[in-house]
Protein backbone atom coordinates (compact mmCIF):
# COMPACT_ATOMS: atom_id res chain seq x y z
CA UNK A 1 0.00 0.00 0.00
CA UNK A 2 2.47 2.37 1.00
CA UNK A 3 4.93 1.55 -1.89
CA UNK A 4 1.59 2.26 -4.24
CA UNK A 5 1.63 5.60 -2.77
CA UNK A 6 4.82 6.52 -2.72
CA UNK A 7 4.91 5.18 -6.40
CA UNK A 8 2.61 7.50 -7.47
CA UNK A 9 4.35 10.62 -5.84
CA UNK A 10 7.43 9.76 -7.54
CA UNK A 11 6.22 10.29 -11.09
CA UNK A 12 9.84 10.41 -13.14
CA UNK A 13 10.54 6.41 -11.34
CA UNK A 14 11.79 4.29 -14.48
CA UNK A 15 11.70 2.71 -16.52
CA UNK A 16 12.90 5.02 -18.40
CA UNK A 17 14.89 4.62 -21.85
CA UNK A 18 17.58 7.56 -22.03
CA UNK A 19 17.95 6.97 -18.14
CA UNK A 20 17.56 10.21 -15.67
CA UNK A 21 19.86 13.24 -14.17
CA UNK A 22 21.74 10.50 -11.77
CA UNK A 23 20.17 6.73 -13.18
CA UNK A 24 21.56 5.35 -16.82
CA UNK A 25 18.58 3.85 -19.01
CA UNK A 26 17.51 0.90 -17.33
CA UNK A 27 17.18 -2.35 -19.43
CA UNK A 28 16.16 -5.33 -16.67
CA UNK A 29 13.31 -6.37 -14.49
CA UNK A 30 15.29 -5.40 -10.97
CA UNK A 31 15.92 -2.30 -12.55
CA UNK A 32 12.58 -0.24 -11.34
CA UNK A 33 12.63 -1.35 -7.92
CA UNK A 34 16.29 -0.19 -7.42
CA UNK A 35 15.93 3.20 -9.18
CA UNK A 36 12.73 3.45 -6.83
CA UNK A 37 14.70 2.82 -3.51
CA UNK A 38 17.28 5.02 -5.25
CA UNK A 39 14.51 8.15 -6.05
CA UNK A 40 12.79 7.31 -2.66
CA UNK A 41 15.72 8.16 -0.41
CA UNK A 42 17.00 11.08 -2.92
CA UNK A 43 13.34 12.39 -2.49
CA UNK A 44 13.95 12.18 1.55
CA UNK A 45 17.22 13.89 0.74
CA UNK A 46 15.85 17.05 -0.90
CA UNK A 47 12.96 17.32 1.39
CA UNK A 48 14.99 17.74 4.69
CA UNK A 49 17.41 19.45 2.66
CA UNK A 50 14.85 22.16 2.44
CA UNK A 51 13.13 21.89 5.63
CA UNK A 52 16.41 22.33 7.35
CA UNK A 53 18.10 24.90 5.48
CA UNK A 54 14.57 27.10 5.82
CA UNK A 55 15.06 26.35 9.22
CA UNK A 56 18.42 27.24 9.59
CA UNK A 57 17.65 30.54 7.50
CA UNK A 58 14.86 31.85 9.54
CA UNK A 59 16.07 30.60 12.84
CA UNK A 60 19.57 32.96 12.06
CA UNK A 61 17.24 35.67 11.84
CA UNK A 62 14.83 35.23 14.64
CA UNK A 63 16.91 33.91 17.67
CA UNK A 64 20.03 36.19 16.20
CA UNK A 65 21.85 38.24 19.38
CA UNK A 66 19.33 41.52 18.54
CA UNK A 67 22.23 43.56 20.65
CA UNK A 68 25.80 43.24 22.69
CA UNK A 69 24.73 42.53 26.14
CA UNK A 70 21.23 40.23 25.29
CA UNK A 71 21.41 37.27 27.48
CA UNK A 72 18.62 34.06 26.83
CA UNK A 73 17.85 30.99 29.13
CA UNK A 74 19.86 28.54 27.32
CA UNK A 75 18.04 25.49 25.72
CA UNK A 76 15.05 23.47 28.00
CA UNK A 77 13.32 20.44 27.28
CA UNK A 78 10.07 19.97 24.50
CA UNK A 79 8.64 16.40 24.84
CA UNK A 80 6.62 16.71 21.59
CA UNK A 81 9.49 17.69 19.55
CA UNK A 82 11.58 15.21 21.07
CA UNK A 83 9.04 12.50 20.46
CA UNK A 84 8.91 13.95 16.88
CA UNK A 85 12.44 13.75 15.61
CA UNK A 86 12.56 10.38 16.70
CA UNK A 87 9.88 8.54 16.02
CA UNK A 88 9.23 10.52 12.33
CA UNK A 89 13.25 9.46 11.35
CA UNK A 90 12.55 5.70 12.65
CA UNK A 91 9.34 5.25 10.53
CA UNK A 92 11.58 6.72 7.62
CA UNK A 93 14.62 4.26 8.30
CA UNK A 94 11.94 1.70 8.54
CA UNK A 95 9.86 2.17 5.24
CA UNK A 96 13.93 2.37 2.96
CA UNK A 97 14.58 -0.74 5.32
CA UNK A 98 11.37 -2.25 4.02
CA UNK A 99 12.04 -1.32 -0.12
CA UNK A 100 15.66 -1.65 -0.11
CA UNK A 101 15.21 -5.38 1.69
CA UNK A 102 13.23 -6.52 -1.29
CA UNK A 103 14.56 -5.37 -3.76
CA UNK A 104 17.76 -6.74 -2.48
CA UNK A 105 16.33 -10.08 -2.27
CA UNK A 106 14.81 -10.04 -5.69
CA UNK A 107 18.77 -9.32 -6.88
CA UNK A 108 20.44 -12.52 -4.84
CA UNK A 109 17.64 -14.68 -5.61
CA UNK A 110 17.93 -15.99 -9.59
CA UNK A 111 14.25 -17.64 -10.48
CA UNK A 112 13.64 -20.89 -11.38
CA UNK A 113 14.83 -22.17 -14.74
CA UNK A 114 17.53 -19.56 -15.91
CA UNK A 115 19.64 -19.80 -18.47
CA UNK A 116 23.03 -20.54 -17.24
CA UNK A 117 26.14 -18.81 -18.39
CA UNK A 118 29.74 -19.54 -16.81
CA UNK A 119 31.92 -16.22 -16.62
CA UNK A 120 35.49 -16.38 -16.31
CA UNK A 121 37.60 -12.77 -15.65
CA UNK A 122 41.51 -12.99 -16.27
CA UNK A 123 43.61 -9.69 -15.89
CA UNK A 124 42.25 -8.10 -18.12
CA UNK A 125 39.32 -10.15 -20.29
CA UNK A 126 36.09 -12.03 -19.56
CA UNK A 127 35.25 -15.27 -21.15
CA UNK A 128 31.70 -16.43 -21.11
CA UNK A 129 31.12 -20.05 -21.78
CA UNK A 130 27.37 -21.32 -23.09
CA UNK A 131 27.32 -24.86 -21.73
CA UNK A 132 23.81 -25.63 -23.36
CA UNK A 133 25.11 -24.70 -26.58
CA UNK A 134 29.02 -25.50 -26.43
CA UNK A 135 29.94 -21.94 -27.43
CA UNK A 136 32.40 -19.46 -26.29
CA UNK A 137 32.73 -15.71 -26.18
CA UNK A 138 35.35 -13.44 -25.36
CA UNK A 139 34.56 -10.28 -24.21
CA UNK A 140 30.87 -10.08 -25.38
CA UNK A 141 27.96 -11.88 -24.49
CA UNK A 142 24.80 -12.64 -26.26
CA UNK A 143 21.85 -13.17 -24.42
CA UNK A 144 17.97 -13.45 -24.85
CA UNK A 145 15.09 -10.62 -24.06
CA UNK A 146 12.84 -10.95 -21.35
CA UNK A 147 14.19 -14.58 -20.04
CA UNK A 148 16.23 -14.64 -16.75
CA UNK A 149 20.29 -15.42 -17.06
CA UNK A 150 22.19 -16.47 -14.40
CA UNK A 151 25.88 -15.79 -14.47
CA UNK A 152 28.23 -18.21 -12.74
CA UNK A 153 31.24 -16.18 -12.02
CA UNK A 154 34.64 -17.28 -11.02
CA UNK A 155 38.58 -15.43 -11.57
CA UNK A 156 41.51 -17.19 -13.04
CA UNK A 157 43.92 -14.39 -10.74
CA UNK A 158 42.81 -11.37 -8.41
CA UNK A 159 39.53 -9.90 -7.45
CA UNK A 160 37.19 -9.01 -10.62
CA UNK A 161 33.82 -7.77 -10.65
CA UNK A 162 30.84 -8.03 -13.25
CA UNK A 163 28.47 -4.53 -13.07
CA UNK A 164 26.20 -3.91 -16.06
CA UNK A 165 24.94 -0.37 -14.96
CA UNK A 166 21.85 -0.56 -17.51
CA UNK A 167 21.06 -3.59 -15.47
CA UNK A 168 21.62 -2.05 -12.28
CA UNK A 169 23.25 -5.50 -11.70
CA UNK A 170 26.96 -6.23 -10.13
CA UNK A 171 28.73 -8.94 -8.16
CA UNK A 172 32.48 -9.73 -7.35
CA UNK A 173 34.22 -12.54 -8.98
CA UNK A 174 36.37 -13.89 -7.01
CA UNK A 175 39.47 -16.73 -7.54
CA UNK A 176 38.97 -19.76 -6.03
CA UNK A 177 35.04 -19.75 -5.73
CA UNK A 178 31.82 -19.50 -7.57
CA UNK A 179 29.80 -16.20 -6.98
CA UNK A 180 26.84 -15.59 -9.17
CA UNK A 181 24.28 -12.49 -10.68
CA UNK A 182 21.13 -12.80 -12.20
CA UNK A 183 19.19 -10.34 -14.79
CA UNK A 184 16.57 -10.40 -17.13
CA UNK A 185 16.96 -8.13 -19.80
CA UNK A 186 13.67 -6.35 -20.78
CA UNK A 187 14.89 -4.44 -23.98
CA UNK A 188 16.69 -6.04 -27.39
CA UNK A 189 20.03 -3.79 -27.53
CA UNK A 190 23.66 -3.73 -26.73
CA UNK A 191 24.69 -2.66 -23.05
CA UNK A 192 27.89 -2.39 -21.59
CA UNK A 193 29.31 -4.71 -18.48
CA UNK A 194 32.60 -3.12 -17.21
CA UNK A 195 34.80 -4.39 -14.19
CA UNK A 196 34.51 -2.65 -11.39
CA UNK A 197 37.09 -4.06 -8.88
CA UNK A 198 40.63 -2.39 -9.84
CA UNK A 199 42.38 -4.97 -10.85
CA UNK A 200 45.36 -3.78 -11.94
CA UNK A 201 47.32 -2.26 -15.59
CA UNK A 202 44.60 -2.41 -17.79
CA UNK A 203 41.77 -2.23 -15.49
CA UNK A 204 40.13 0.45 -17.21
CA UNK A 205 40.73 -2.16 -20.57
CA UNK A 206 38.44 -5.02 -18.99
CA UNK A 207 34.83 -4.54 -20.46
CA UNK A 208 32.35 -6.68 -22.38
CA UNK A 209 29.52 -5.47 -24.56
CA UNK A 210 26.40 -7.95 -23.38
CA UNK A 211 23.87 -8.14 -26.84
CA UNK A 212 20.49 -8.67 -25.97
CA UNK A 213 18.48 -10.36 -28.96
CA UNK A 214 14.77 -11.37 -29.46
CA UNK A 215 14.60 -14.81 -27.77
CA UNK A 216 13.27 -16.55 -31.72
CA UNK A 217 16.98 -15.94 -32.71
CA UNK A 218 19.02 -16.91 -30.11
CA UNK A 219 18.89 -20.53 -30.48
CA UNK A 220 19.82 -19.75 -33.83
CA UNK A 221 22.62 -17.45 -33.37
CA UNK A 222 24.25 -19.54 -30.77
CA UNK A 223 23.93 -22.62 -32.69
CA UNK A 224 25.73 -20.70 -35.46
CA UNK A 225 28.60 -19.52 -32.62
CA UNK A 226 29.17 -22.99 -31.73
CA UNK A 227 29.99 -23.69 -35.37
CA UNK A 228 30.80 -20.49 -36.68
CA UNK A 229 34.58 -22.31 -37.95
CA UNK A 230 32.69 -24.94 -39.79
CA UNK A 231 32.66 -22.71 -43.25
CA UNK A 232 36.01 -20.94 -42.09
CA UNK A 233 38.79 -20.99 -45.16
CA UNK A 234 42.27 -22.33 -43.82
CA UNK A 235 43.48 -18.39 -44.31
CA UNK A 236 40.44 -17.31 -42.08
CA UNK A 237 41.30 -19.75 -39.19
CA UNK A 238 44.40 -17.90 -37.41
CA UNK A 239 42.24 -15.00 -36.50
CA UNK A 240 39.54 -16.97 -35.41
CA UNK A 241 41.63 -19.33 -33.07
CA UNK A 242 43.17 -16.43 -31.79
CA UNK A 243 40.08 -15.10 -30.34
CA UNK A 244 38.03 -17.77 -30.33
CA UNK A 245 40.35 -20.42 -28.88
CA UNK A 246 43.28 -19.14 -27.14
CA UNK A 247 41.36 -18.03 -24.36
CA UNK A 248 41.21 -21.83 -23.16
CA UNK A 249 45.11 -21.67 -23.09
CA UNK A 250 46.00 -18.57 -21.88
CA UNK A 251 46.12 -19.27 -18.25
CA UNK A 252 48.89 -21.30 -18.77
CA UNK A 253 50.62 -20.21 -22.66
CA UNK A 254 51.73 -16.93 -22.95
CA UNK A 255 52.06 -14.89 -26.45
CA UNK A 256 54.97 -12.69 -25.39
CA UNK A 257 57.58 -15.23 -25.06
CA UNK A 258 57.10 -15.68 -21.02
CA UNK A 259 56.99 -19.16 -19.18
CA UNK A 260 53.99 -19.43 -17.20
CA UNK A 261 52.52 -23.41 -16.11
CA UNK A 262 53.15 -23.91 -19.66
CA UNK A 263 55.81 -23.53 -22.28
CA UNK A 264 55.18 -19.50 -24.35
CA UNK A 265 52.98 -19.94 -27.88
CA UNK A 266 55.34 -17.31 -29.00
CA UNK A 267 58.19 -19.21 -31.14
CA UNK A 268 56.31 -22.47 -30.57
CA UNK A 269 55.76 -23.76 -34.57
CA UNK A 270 59.60 -22.45 -34.61
CA UNK A 271 60.92 -24.77 -31.93
CA UNK A 272 58.39 -27.74 -33.22
CA UNK A 273 58.57 -27.56 -36.73
CA UNK A 274 62.95 -28.11 -36.61
CA UNK A 275 62.31 -30.54 -33.34
CA UNK A 276 63.84 -28.66 -30.76
CA UNK A 277 61.64 -29.95 -27.81
CA UNK A 278 63.08 -32.18 -25.22
CA UNK A 279 60.79 -34.10 -22.88
CA UNK A 280 61.61 -35.44 -19.35
CA UNK A 281 61.92 -38.73 -21.20
CA UNK A 282 65.31 -37.48 -22.15
CA UNK A 283 63.70 -38.06 -25.51
CA UNK A 284 64.30 -35.49 -27.92
CA UNK A 285 61.09 -34.33 -30.49
CA UNK A 286 63.70 -34.45 -33.35
CA UNK A 287 63.80 -38.41 -33.24
CA UNK A 288 60.06 -38.45 -33.43
CA UNK A 289 59.78 -36.24 -36.56
CA UNK A 290 59.93 -37.27 -40.19
CA UNK A 291 59.09 -40.74 -42.18
CA UNK A 292 58.37 -43.98 -40.41
CA UNK A 293 58.42 -42.31 -37.29
CA UNK A 294 55.99 -41.36 -34.43
CA UNK A 295 54.82 -38.16 -35.60
CA UNK A 296 55.84 -38.23 -39.05
CA UNK A 297 55.06 -34.13 -39.58
CA UNK A 298 55.36 -31.59 -36.47
CA UNK A 299 51.91 -30.62 -36.80
CA UNK A 300 50.69 -34.11 -35.60
CA UNK A 301 52.82 -33.53 -32.51
CA UNK A 302 50.84 -30.41 -31.87
CA UNK A 303 47.58 -32.48 -32.29
CA UNK A 304 48.83 -34.62 -29.91
CA UNK A 305 50.14 -32.46 -27.25
CA UNK A 306 46.46 -31.09 -26.55
CA UNK A 307 44.57 -34.31 -26.92
CA UNK A 308 47.06 -36.27 -25.50
CA UNK A 309 49.03 -33.74 -23.32
CA UNK A 310 50.70 -36.71 -20.88
CA UNK A 311 52.22 -38.65 -23.49
CA UNK A 312 54.86 -36.52 -24.18
CA UNK A 313 56.11 -33.98 -21.10
CA UNK A 314 58.32 -30.94 -21.82
CA UNK A 315 60.94 -30.61 -20.33
CA UNK A 316 61.20 -28.11 -17.48
CA UNK A 317 57.48 -28.40 -17.00
CA UNK A 318 55.06 -30.61 -14.99
CA UNK A 319 52.66 -32.52 -17.08
CA UNK A 320 49.78 -30.56 -15.68
CA UNK A 321 47.51 -29.74 -19.23
CA UNK A 322 44.24 -30.79 -19.50
CA UNK A 323 43.23 -33.03 -22.27
CA UNK A 324 40.92 -31.02 -24.81
CA UNK A 325 39.71 -34.35 -26.43
CA UNK A 326 36.23 -33.63 -27.26
CA UNK A 327 36.02 -30.10 -26.51
CA UNK A 328 37.70 -28.90 -29.27
CA UNK A 329 36.85 -30.47 -32.77
CA UNK A 330 39.13 -31.66 -35.49
CA UNK A 331 38.75 -27.71 -36.78
CA UNK A 332 39.36 -25.93 -33.72
CA UNK A 333 42.42 -27.76 -34.29
CA UNK A 334 43.75 -27.22 -36.94
CA UNK A 335 42.82 -23.73 -36.19
CA UNK A 336 44.89 -23.88 -33.44
CA UNK A 337 48.36 -25.08 -35.33
CA UNK A 338 47.40 -22.57 -37.92
CA UNK A 339 47.56 -19.72 -35.57
CA UNK A 340 50.70 -21.32 -34.28
CA UNK A 341 52.26 -21.16 -37.73
CA UNK A 342 51.13 -17.23 -37.89
CA UNK A 343 51.86 -15.92 -34.45
CA UNK A 344 53.28 -13.45 -35.68
CA UNK A 345 50.78 -11.86 -37.86
CA UNK A 346 48.51 -11.92 -35.35
CA UNK A 347 50.36 -10.25 -31.94
CA UNK A 348 52.82 -7.72 -31.42
CA UNK A 349 56.28 -7.73 -29.54
CA UNK A 350 54.48 -7.26 -25.95
CA UNK A 351 52.06 -10.18 -27.15
CA UNK A 352 49.11 -8.12 -27.52
CA UNK A 353 46.74 -9.96 -29.90
CA UNK A 354 46.50 -7.10 -32.97
CA UNK A 355 43.49 -8.95 -35.11
CA UNK A 356 40.18 -9.14 -34.80
CA UNK A 357 38.36 -12.48 -35.29
CA UNK A 358 37.77 -11.57 -38.96
CA UNK A 359 41.24 -10.29 -39.24
CA UNK A 360 40.71 -6.78 -39.05
CA UNK A 361 43.21 -5.07 -37.16
CA UNK A 362 42.64 -4.33 -33.66
CA UNK A 363 41.99 -0.40 -32.58
C1 LIG B 1 46.40 -25.84 -17.03
C2 LIG B 1 47.45 -25.38 -17.86
C3 LIG B 1 47.37 -25.57 -19.36
C4 LIG B 1 46.36 -25.23 -20.22
C5 LIG B 1 45.01 -24.61 -19.88
C6 LIG B 1 46.82 -25.55 -21.54
N1 LIG B 1 48.08 -26.09 -21.48
FE1 LIG B 1 49.22 -26.65 -23.04
N2 LIG B 1 50.70 -27.20 -21.78
C7 LIG B 1 50.68 -27.06 -20.42
C8 LIG B 1 51.92 -27.59 -19.85
C9 LIG B 1 52.28 -27.62 -18.35
C10 LIG B 1 52.70 -28.02 -20.93
C11 LIG B 1 54.09 -28.62 -20.89
C12 LIG B 1 54.03 -30.03 -20.41
C13 LIG B 1 53.50 -30.96 -21.44
O1 LIG B 1 54.15 -31.14 -22.49
O2 LIG B 1 52.41 -31.51 -21.23
C14 LIG B 1 51.90 -27.77 -22.14
C15 LIG B 1 52.32 -28.05 -23.43
C16 LIG B 1 51.64 -27.75 -24.58
C17 LIG B 1 52.12 -27.94 -25.91
C18 LIG B 1 53.47 -28.49 -26.28
C19 LIG B 1 54.42 -27.32 -26.15
C20 LIG B 1 55.84 -27.57 -26.58
O3 LIG B 1 56.65 -26.62 -26.40
O4 LIG B 1 56.16 -28.66 -27.05
C21 LIG B 1 51.16 -27.50 -26.77
C22 LIG B 1 51.20 -27.48 -28.28
C23 LIG B 1 50.05 -27.03 -25.95
N3 LIG B 1 50.38 -27.18 -24.62
C24 LIG B 1 48.87 -26.51 -26.46
C25 LIG B 1 47.84 -26.07 -25.68
C26 LIG B 1 46.63 -25.49 -26.23
C27 LIG B 1 46.34 -25.32 -27.72
C28 LIG B 1 45.85 -25.16 -25.17
C29 LIG B 1 44.47 -24.52 -25.20
C30 LIG B 1 43.50 -25.07 -26.09
C31 LIG B 1 46.58 -25.51 -23.95
N4 LIG B 1 47.77 -26.04 -24.32
C32 LIG B 1 46.07 -25.33 -22.68
C33 LIG B 1 49.66 -26.54 -19.66
C34 LIG B 1 48.44 -26.09 -20.17
CU1 LIG C 1 39.12 -6.76 -13.53
Avoid at 16 to 40: C, H, K, M, Q, Y
Avoid at 123 to 141: D, I, M, R
Avoid at 264 to 276: A, E, P
Wanted: proline residues 5%; charged residues 20%.
Amino acid sequence: MIETILYSLLSNVPPTDNGTFWLPRSASTVAENIDFTFELINWICYFFFAVIVVAMVLFCIKYRRKSPNMTCDGPTHNTALELTWTIAPLLLVVVIFTVGMRGYLDLREAPEGCYEVQVTGQKWSWTFNHPEFGATQVGELTVPVGKPVRLLMTSNDVLHSVWIPDFRVKMDVIPGRYTSLWFEATKVGDYQLNCTEYCGKDHSKMLAKVHVIPVDEFDATMIKLASEYEDMSRAELPAYAINRLYNRCVSCHSLDGSSGTGPSFNGLWDRVKVGQVKFTSGEALSSLLGDATEYGEPENYIRESILNPQKHIVQGYLGSMPSFQGQLKEKQITAMIEMFKHLDELTDANGNITVNKDGTPTE
